[in-house]
């Protein structure tokens, strides 16, 4: 019931936020999928990350299968909102920069990170043993998270075209309308993250069963 809430507080604000975008925020300036979608995917992507980064430094230190388990949904969910960045962005850069990419530094760092995280979830799909998976995955996890920082501030290192947030002037409209999308897909992160633990942890509940059934049957 509460994630039902979640979902539809979340929908509400994204609601808003596009009204909001549609009113206010195309008469200052015709971009609106650069407030409305990349700055917020890309904020909720490092933010999955960071919570997978923790997850597996705690599987590490407790050896439990949520944390794990945790670390791997938070994942997956940071690739899909790293990909959304990423179409956004390149859209985003074809309007101003006149090509859908550049290889400027943010846009290549960010393309590493996205397929360093790909790579984390291939290396979970190729070992078998359940502990050995998650072990190796977890010491993978937080070697791949050095990828983050370096995005994030690829802008002030390396010399990007990509405007410095610091520099960047918006009028109170676009901010607000900013910073509720932003708020929006924080919402659409933590319901997925709370649905998909708890479907996987209902499937892990339902094989236990299923075991113990044909242990019994034994």
Not at 45 to 64: H, P
Not at 68 to 73: F, K, N, Q, S, Y
Not at 111 to 133: D, F, N, P, T
């Amino acid at each position: 019931m509460k994630r039902e809430i979640l979902l539809c507080i979340a929908v509400a604000v994204s609601v808003v936020a596009s009204y909001m975008a549609y009113v206010a925020v195309q008469l200052v300036r015709k971009d609106i999928y650069f407030s409305y979608t990349h700055i917020p995917a890309a904020l909720i992507c490092f933010l999955a990350f960071f919570i997978s980064l923790i997850a597996s430094i705690m599987y590490l230190w407790k050896r439990r299968k949520g944390y794990d388990r945790t670390a791997e949904v938070s994942a997956i969910l940071g690739l899909v909102y790293g990909a959304v960045a990423l179409i956004s962005g390149s859209i985003w850069a074809n309007a101003t920069w006149g090509a859908y990419w550049t290889w400027d530094p943010k846009q290549t760092t960010m393309l590493i990170l996205w397929i360093a995280y790909m790579g984390y979830l291939s290396l979970k799909l190729s070992i078998g043993g359940v502990e050995k998976r998650a072990l190796v995955g977890a010491v993978y996890n937080i070697l791949a998270f050095s990828m983050v920082p370096l995005t994030f501030f690829s802008v002030t290192l390396m010399g990007s075209l990509h405007p410095q947030a610091s520099k960047v002037t918006m009028a109170l409209p676009i901010k607000l309308t900013l910073s509720l999308n932003l708020i929006a897909a924080l919402l659409f992160f933590i319901y997925l993250l709370v649905t998909v633990f708890t479907i996987w942890s209902l499937e892990d509940s339902v094989n236990a069963l299923i075991y113990e059934k044909g242990e019994g049957g034994v």
